[in-house]
């Protein structure tokens, strides 16, 4: 089972269950007594959950798992009884993953485009038995709001799936773009790297460490902006076998301490980065082995060999994110600060970056909303199950976990026309 530093919270999870844990603050309102009394209710995660009065600490319940748990008030996030899987029309797959699909969906009544993060309840459940972690890790979070990273719209469940309506990110996965295009220029990499930096130190400013950081979590706004998205309501990897499992398949973006299942902090999150940038780089992702086994060796222990073709302000950045170890790995001591020094990034204008001014270096081709001239074709032609639309009863496994974002209006038309 991995290990966490006790102030490790992984933006996957939290985003995830954020609407599943939604369930737990509308009528019952839980947090782990586990976490309370590991973390302490003055730990900055509750700090930050609790930052005006979102989540209060109120009476005990009994939750699966043994855990006790603590109540909380949430009056911002509401029940929609307005809101159903009927609403959307389901046009085609965007995306799939051990959870379910993604696909694109329109709001039959505003016209708005949204993903839609579909997921079986069963498979849920099932990792709900499989791991504790999960229960002691039940953690609210009111939607972030960053630039770069994809915003939740609404929840609501039928009685076999949950449905989690996001951002839609038209410009689709740059790992897609990577694919197609073998690498890029170091300049375009500085744009993508900049602006997943700066979504990183943001949640790092939140106590939030986003952990799992690869290019199929990175992806395109229609304008060419970066979104950072979950990619997976409860990642595996960090419960029980699964852990292991999911490690040894996909270890290239995983930071050595992650990998021998050490203690580890947000500077994951910088070696992630130092990952991606090297894969965008160099099109091979770095300590790359054809043979996992081996490539699981390289992270581990054997020094970084970059290859020369990229200039040596990218290399160096690239040495000291890959740094084995994370107490030196830059952003050890100042997170993101330290990055902005570094001489890779010196032509990057940090607030124009994030007040989105920089004009993106590639502009997604698209000949309208419904344009998937950037998504996989292994995605969309999947079929789309008919019964997605249907609305068959919500079951009571996941009570409560319908909602709307406190502002629909506002954060509806952020999507609209994507
Ligand atoms: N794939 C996964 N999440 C997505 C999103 N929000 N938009 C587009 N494609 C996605």
Redesign the pocket.
């Known amino acids: 089972m991995v290990k966490k530093v006790k102030s490790s919270v992984t933006y996957a999870k939290m985003r995830g269950i954020v609407s599943y844990f939604t369930a737990l603050i509308k009528e019952k309102k839980f947090v782990s007594n586990d976490l309370m009394q590991k973390f302490g209710s003055s730990h900055p995660i509750y700090r930050h959950l609790d930052s005006d009065g979102f989540l209060r600490p109120d009476d005990g319940l009994p939750v699966e798992g043994g855990a006790t748990a603590l109540c909380f008030s949430n009056p911002a996030i509401q029940e929609s009884s307005r809101v159903s899987a009927a609403d959307f029309d389901y046009l085609k797959v965007?995306?799939t993953g051990s959870f379910g699909k993604?696909l694109?969906a329109r709001h039959r009544e505003t016209d708005e485009y949204y993903?839609v993060?579909v997921i079986q309840k069963h498979t849920i459940l099932k990792r709900k038995e499989e791991g504790h972690i999960m229960c002691e890790r039940r953690v609210l979070l009111r939607t972030l709001n960053h630039p770069f990273l994809?915003r939740l719209h609404f929840s609501f469940q039928t009685r076999d799936r949950l449905y989690l309506v996001?951002?839609?990110?038209?410009g689709?996965?740059l790992f897609y773009h990577l694919q197609r295009e073998g690498s890029f220029v170091e300049s375009r990499a500085r744009f993508y790297a900049a602006e997943m930096a700066s979504a990183l130190g943001y949640l790092h400013s939140l106590n939030i460490v986003y952990r799992d950081l690869k290019p199929e979590n990175v992806?395109l706004d229609s304008a060419g902006h970066v979104?950072l998205?979950d990619?997976g309501l409860c990642k595996e990897g960090v419960v029980g076998d699964a852990t292991i499992r999911t490690f040894c398949g996909t270890p290239e973006y995983l930071a050595p301490e992650v990998l021998q299942q050490r203690e580890y902090d947000r500077t994951v999150d910088w070696w992630g980065l130092g990952a991606v940038l090297h894969e965008m780089l160099y099109g091979l992702p770095a300590f790359f082995s054809p043979d996992r086994a081996e490539m699981f060796k390289n992270i581990m222990s054997q020094p970084l060999v970059l290859r020369p073709g990229v200039s040596a302000a990218a290399r160096d950045l690239l040495k000291r994110l890959l740094h084995k170890d994370r107490t030196k790995r830059l952003g050890a001591k100042h997170d993101l600060a330290e990055l902005k020094c570094h001489s890779f990034f010196s032509s990057i204008q940090w607030e124009e970056l994030v007040a989105k001014r920089i004009l993106p270096p590639f502009i997604p081709s698209l000949s309208g909303p419904t344009d998937l001239a950037n998504?996989d074709p292994e995605f969309t032609q999947l079929p789309v199950p008919p019964s997605l639309g249907m609305c068959e009863g919500t079951g009571m496994t996941f009570p409560g976990f319908s909602y709307m974002s406190e502002n629909v209006d506002t954060a509806s038309s952020h999507a609209k026309g994507h």
């Open positions: 965007i995306g993604v694109l993903a993060k994809v996001l951002d839609y990110a038209s689709g996965e992806l979104l998205t990619f998504f």
